[in-house]
Structures are given as C-alpha cells and as structure tokens.
C-alpha cells in the first residue's frame, strides 16, 4: 500500500475510533507484525538507493503521526473512563464499617511483663535459660541427687538417656546465673520461662506451664529480706491492702523453706470462692538458698547468703484476671485476650 493512502486510512480511523479496545486494534493494524506501516519497512529494499531515503523520511512521519494520534485518544478514553468510575461510584458513608480483626496481647504474657517490671524497678534482672536443660542444673546442683525422692514428683520429661531433660521448674536458672558470678558477683535476677511436666491437661494443670524464678545472693541476707521483697512485688501486684504470709514448707533447695500465701484479695479473708473459704491464697515457693547449692555453684555459703522464690505466673494471672481454666492461656481464641484487654481499660 502507498504512503499517502495509508496516511489517509489513519485520518479516516481516528475520526471513527470509539473507545479503547478499538483503538488497540488500530495499534495492531498499523504497528503490529503485520501491520501497514511495518509492512512499509519490508518495502525499502525494493526501492532505488536515491529514493531510501526519502522513503524512510516519510514512514517515520507516518508512525508519528499514528503513534501521536494513539498517544492522544488514550489519553482521553482512560479519563472518560475514570470520570464515569467516579460519578457512578460514589462512597456510601451510611454502611457498617468492615470489622478489622485485631489481635491483643496473650494475658499471661501481660502479667509477666507486669511482675518484670516491678522487679526490675527494684534492681533485678531478667534473665533467661534454656528449656532443654541438663540434669545436673535441673536436679544435682539444687540439691536433688540422682534417686532422691523429690524427683519423682517432678514428672520429668527426658529427652536423651538420664541426662538431658525438658526443664521441669525455672530453678536451673539460679544454678547458670551463679556459675555465671563466679562466687563474687552479687545476684539480683528473675527468670520468667516456660516448664514442663508429664501432667495431663485440665482447668488447673497443663503439660507446660510458665513459674518466674527468683534469685538474690548478697551479704547479710535473711528471711526478713525475702519477706520484704515478696509482700512490695505482692502489693504492687494486686493492691496495697493485701497481705503476706510465709507457711513452714520443704525444698531442698532452700532452708528453711516457706510457702508464700496472700490475704484474699477478693473478699479480703473472709472467705469467698476464690480463696476456698480459707481467707488465703497460695502464690509462691520461697526460702533462703541452701549452703549446699551456694557451695556448689561456686558461692562460700560462709560469707554469702541468699533468698530463692518461684512464682507460678498462671496461678498468679488466674488469680488477677479472675480466670478459672487454666486453658484459656494456651488456646488461640482471640475472643477470650480482647476480652480480657476490654476490662483492663475499662
Ligand atoms: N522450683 C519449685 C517448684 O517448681 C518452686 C520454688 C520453690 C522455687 C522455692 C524456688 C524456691 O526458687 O526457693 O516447685
């Protein structure tokens, strides 16, 4: 085809061209593998040498002008287009908003992050310690040699022979963190961490469950110290009326050792069903730590002393958030955490 009626074919198309999907067919027609004005190209090798030029001058002009042409009916189909979008789509500011689901903090994680603030407001670090952990932290170095009884009560999970084991209680950590002193450093921790036994699940008992751990090693350290410390934290817990009280108990990590209750914060011990009537709650294990472990662990039971405390953070978070199914810490119902986030901000 010629130059001048292709020419013409593209005046004649641009005025007749209606919308978008026609106007990519034109593309085609005229710039596609076959199309005129390519076709054009395959031309010149037919033509005269002083013609080429001349030639090649001209199909340019031609794909100009349909590449402006193109360019330009684009441009006003595309916001034709978005001119009906916008007229027709208005927003109905009357519909219900769509639910965004959020998630909220786990509740026994607050509680935690609750009580590590409170020790660490009292100079205490936060420490960790493995999960998997060997036998001679978990047991030995606490005073609980291979056949002793205390261990049986432990339910241990063990993972390769007698040695390695799934911590049964956050104690070990005491055990890591004195090593780490090197029988000179003072010893400020706690250690919030997971623990396991082989227990079977139900509203009160879990296979794996959360205690913080306590240590601190110093001078001249007593139960009165212990004693103080426990009744501020209990306090800044769950209110400055409720009350301490240490019961004779046996750890053989510990001695003497206590039981560590508090007044009912409930019905301030009158008895209510939370505390079974008995005015008292039970919220802690605690005592002075035991010469042997200091010994053990490379601090001189003759010039050190110090006091020990294991928290369990369900019974502790139960006990705050009014909980009765231990469970519900461990299942993934976001229901149950906003819940509990509601009434905290309430
Ligand atoms: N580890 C103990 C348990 O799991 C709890 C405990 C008691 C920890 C007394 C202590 C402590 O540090 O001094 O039953």
Not at 12 to 20: G, P, R, S, T, Y
Request: aromatic letters at 8%.
């Amino acid at each position: 085809m010629k130059i001048e009626e292709i020419r013409k074919l593209i005046e004649e198309d641009k005025n007749k061209v209606a919308d978008l999907k026609a106007l990519n067919d034109l593309k085609v027609k005229y710039l596609g593998k076959k199309g005129l004005i390519s076709e054009l190209n395959q031309e010149i090798k037919n033509i005269p040498n002083e013609e080429k030029r001349e030639f090649g001058q001209k199909v340019n002009e031609l794909r100009d002008l349909f590449n402006n042409f193109y360019l330009e009916k684009k441009n006003e189909f595309e916001t034709a287009l978005l001119n009906e979008k916008l007229s027709t789509e208005a927003i109905d500011i009357s519909l219900p908003a769509v639910e965004v689901v959020s998630g909220a903090p786990n509740i026994l994680e607050k509680l935690i992050e609750e009580v590590e603030e409170v020790f660490m407001s009292m100079g205490y670090d936060v420490v960790d310690g493995p999960e998997i952990e060997e036998d001679r932290y978990n047991f030995e170095m606490l005073n609980i040699p291979k056949g002793h009884p205390a261990r049986d009560a432990q339910d241990t999970f063990y993972l390769e022979g007698e040695e390695i084991l799934l911590r049964s209680q956050t104690s070990p950590v005491q055990v890591r963190t004195m090593l780490e002193g090197n029988g000179v450093t003072p010893i400020r921790m706690i250690c919030p961490g997971k623990t396991y036994r082989r227990d079977d699940d139900d509203a009160t008992h879990s296979h794996q469950f959360m205690q913080i751990e306590g240590l601190l090693v110093d001078k001249d350290i007593s139960l009165s110290d212990l004693k103080g410390t426990i009744d501020e934290v209990v306090k800044k817990l769950f209110g400055s009326d409720v009350e301490t009280r240490f019961r004779p108990s046996y750890y053989q990590f510990t001695e003497p050792s206590v039981e560590v209750d508090i007044s009912c914060f409930n019905c301030h011990g009158n008895g209510c069903n939370i505390c079974k009537k008995t005015g008292w709650l039970t919220v802690a294990g605690a005592g002075i730590v035991h010469p042997n472990v200091l010994r053990m662990s490379g601090y001189d039971p003759e010039k050190w002393t110090g006091f020990a405390f294991g928290f369990g953070a369900e019974r502790l978070a139960m006990l705050k958030y009014d909980i009765h199914d231990l469970r519900v810490f461990y299942n993934t119902d976001l229901r149950e955490s906003r819940n509990f986030d509601r009434k905290e901000s309430l």
